[in-house]
């Protein structure tokens, strides 16, 4: 355990702002993150420094040490001293692999800054770009440890030299990055100068590291290092007790990272969409621990012994037992019963955590990923931290059952718990077959809940063979469509057609989302995307799956008493499409009018939920529907003499190359795969290119299914879930 002595002076300097840094590490899969958090606990006196690099200790999971990944974002507060004064530093660990990006966007929703990790051989990848491209969307400043030089050294064997040369390259290409993705006031403030020291060098593994000022405080050369590889494991040793990892990464962290009083006065306004001018928004940006307490919830774990623990951000006031926070999603108020911090896997009681720090509680029981809590006497001013930008989606399920049927309670329980986690695992249960259904963000994703559940709650499941999850769209505007309720009493005038696509993408980014200010979303949609006055003022309703309604009536008669359950009907339909019973995607709903019963008896959802779904559906159905197929988007680095046998790998399973880049003896291949091709695809590469290549994947897009497919793909779709083989027609939903 930790010392308390540690943990007490922590807690004190907590409170001087000016000593606190909030980051994180963030990289690419493999990169060497939590070998890089290693080093950082290790000079925290928290591990031991002989087990640092093989310990994993942020890797608390078991499936985390065996598989060498990190699937959890992990924290822990450690204590540093720079030019004679105490630092407390705030780091969280957090994911490499794409399938689990959301963990890392709600991690960076609470730091300041981030060392992005980058292998020296393999340069800057595919999920390189997703991570620091998230990172500044949060306003979160990047700096750089360019990790493993020792492979430029022992594998590549490149001089002095050619060891600079690359480096240079990566700063270059991370710099072309900020440049792209930065917003404008950024760009040059937080492009990377290794001459003053943002970018550090070195090899986690072997505990050595530096920034250009270090090396030059201590009289080392790039030809230094060179050397200590040549005279082995006694020059590499001396070399990290010369230049030690933990002490040039947290030197500039702590130069270069904002501390909170600077960081919140810029990135509350791009991270709250609430008014600045409010009590909350001024307490927020001065980051006053006497001010109004707002916690902002990054991550929930569930303790076997303590129950659920929220992870979160203090932007005002101070949280300490027995303070009420009123949760704004779960719209219900819940004491502290504790404080904490994280010192790794450990969680160490303390009595307050003031703002600009991340503290860990219990006692918020119905506190979510992503939930804001706020003191219950503002929460009519609080409005929520703006909805996650996910890089990606679920869009692979499997069906599991427990191998004993008197197991399934503990299933619904363990799956419960697992999707309080991780809230990019859905789980659904499908009514008629009484399947659980997983959806996540990949195939490896699922693999890892499969192991979770084996390991860490000892129950044996049966999967299903993994099922790609499609979406239903259209391609063509439909006629409006009169929907009839069973009773006959109210009928709904309805036409469909598909989103434009910057509509779609301003509701995929966050810029257009369903309790905004109608007013406010009206004149982006109209400035933005071309939207007419009207239609721009009637939405009613945005879905999670990118599907707008629209009341585009006059004068209707009883229209607003059941505006909600018509939301309801259009929601339900969105859920299952015609097609294949597969969500909707990008598609526009307009009520042109209606009949509505006076009497509310005669108006109830059995009412108004099929008369709006058989409407809606007779729309699709005429507006040349279409599936759409997630496509996965892969980088691969290949030595020049297998790009023959990597296009005819990508050509063979409907891949299409997007563009082909020489990077010395090496080809860099962006190529865009549907995930339907792509289970096996990792083997199939590896002996196409005698495991030569390396690669990255995450999700591109939704494309439509080519039409000489479709026919066959609805067929297949509709089999598996025991439907008719052959889709419905629009009569069938409406007498035409």
């Given amino acids: 355990m930790v010392k308390y002595k540690v943990v007490e002076e922590i807690v004190k300097i907590m409170r001087n702002l000016e000593q606190v840094r909030n980051m994180g590490i963030i990289a690419h899969v493999d990169h060497g993150k939590t070998t890089t958090s290693d080093n950082l606990l290790m000079a925290a006196g928290i591990i031991s420094p002989k087990v640092a690099g093989q310990a994993l200790a942020l890797d608390f999971l078991d499936i985390e040490q065996r598989r060498q990944m990190t699937v959890k974002a992990a924290n822990v507060s450690l204590y540093h001293e720079y030019e004679g004064k105490p630092y407390v530093i705030n780091l969280i ?9 959301g963990k890392v966007t709600r991690s960076l929703r609470v730091l300041d800054g981030a060392i992005v990790v980058v292998d020296a051989v393999e340069g800057v990848m595919t999920q390189t770009e997703t ?47 900020i440049d792209t993705y930065a917003e404008p006031e950024f760009k040059n403030a937080w ?26 405080k201590k009289g080392l050369k790039f030809s230094d290092v060179v050397e200590a590889y040549k005279r082995g494991p006694e020059g590499v040793e001396e070399l990290a007790k010369t230049v030690p990892l933990h002490e040039s990464l947290l030197d500039m962290v702590v130069k270069y990272v904002p501390n909170p009083l600077q960081a919140q006065k810029y990135r509350i306004p791009r991270i709250w969409r609430g008014d600045l001018d409010t009590p909350l928004g001024k307490a927020m940006l001065e980051c006053d621990p006497n001010g109004p307490t707002i916690l902002f919830i990054n991550n929930i774990n569930l303790d076997p012994h303590a129950g659920l623990v929220a992870t979160g951000r203090v ?34 009681v303390v009595d307050e955590i003031p703002a600009g720090n991340i503290v860990a509680v219990l006692g918020l029981e119905y506190a979510r990923a992503g939930e804001t809590g706020v003191s219950p006497e503002y929460k009519d001013l609080m409005v929520p931290f703006e909805r996650f930008k996910y890089i ?23 799956l419960r718990r697992m999707s309080i986690e991780d809230p990019n695992l859905h789980v659904k249960i499908n009514e008629e077959t009484g399947e659980y ?18 390991e860490n709650y000892g129950l044996e499941v049966i999967a299903s063979k993994p099922i790609i999850v499609y979406r239903e769209s259209i391609r063509g505007k439909s006629r409006v469509f009169e929907g009839k309720s069973p009773n006959k009493h109210n009928k709904f005038y309805i036409s469909v057609e598909p989103l434009d696509d910057e509509t779609i993408k301003l509701i995929q980014e966050g810029i257009i989302y369903e309790n905004q200010d109608s007013r406010e979303r009206a004149k982006l949609l109209r400035t933005r995307a071309g939207w007419s006055v009207d239609e721009a003022r009637g939405i009613w309703a945005i879905d999670d799956r990118i599907d707008v309604f629209i009341d585009a009536t006059k004068g209707v008669q009883h229209l607003r008493e059941v505006k909600e359950t ?98 010395g003896p090496m080809a860099r291949i962006i190529a865009e795969i549907p995930v339907a091709e792509s289970q096996d695809l990792a083997t199939v590469l590896r002996s196409a290119t005698a495991g030569k290549a390396f690669w990255g994947t995450e999700f591109s897009r939704w494309a439509p299914v080519p039409d000489s497919m479709l026919p066959e793909v609805i067929r297949q779709i509709r089999l598996r879930k025991g439907l008719k083989p052959e889709p419905p027609r629009a009569e069938d939903f409406i007498s035409l």
């Fill in 315 to 348: 932007f005002s006031g101070t949280v300490k037992n027995g303070t009420e926070l009123y949760l704004l999603r779960a719209n219900t108020v819940n004491k502290v019963l504790q404080v904490g911090i994280y010192m790794g896997p450990y969680r160490e």
């Fill in 191 to 216: 492009k990377l100068n290794p001459a003053v020291g943002h970018v550090a060098f070195g090899a986690a593994k072997d505990k050595w590291g530096f920034t250009v000022p270090h090396a030059q």
């Fill in 93 to 101: 660990d957090t994911p490499g692999h794409v399938d689990f990006s």
């Fill in 131 to 177: 991570v620091l491209r998230q990172a500044l969307e949060e306003r979160v400043r990047p700096l750089l440890f360019i990790n493993k030089v020792d492979r430029l050294i022992k594998e590549l064997r490149l001089t002095p030299a050619q060891v600079q040369e690359r480096l240079i390259g990566i700063i270059k290409e991370i710099n072309g990055l």
């Fill in 392 to 414: 990606s989606e679920p869009v692979v399920t499997i069906a599991v059952e427990p191998k004993n049927s008197r197991d399934l309670p503990k299933l619904v329980e363990i």
């Fill in 566 to 663: 018509i939301i309801g009907g259009f929601r339900l339909a969105m859920e299952e499409g015609p097609l294949a019973h597969e969500p909707v995607r990008g598609v526009k709903v307009i009520l042109h009018d209606a009949i509505v019963h006076e009497d509310p008896a005669h108006r109830g959802p059995a009412q108004i939920y099929p008369a709006v779904r058989n409407a809606i559906f007779a729309g699709m159905l005429t507006a040349k529907p279409t599936i759409l197929e997630p496509l996965q988007k892969l980088d691969i680095r290949t030595p020049m003499e297998f790009m023959g046998n990597i296009t005819r790998v990508l050509s063979q399973r409907r891949g299409r190359i997007l563009s082909v880049e020489q990077q």
């Fill in 437 to 454: 259904l997983i959806s996540g963000m990949g195939h490896l994703h699922l693999e890892i809940v499969l192991t979770l559940i084996k």
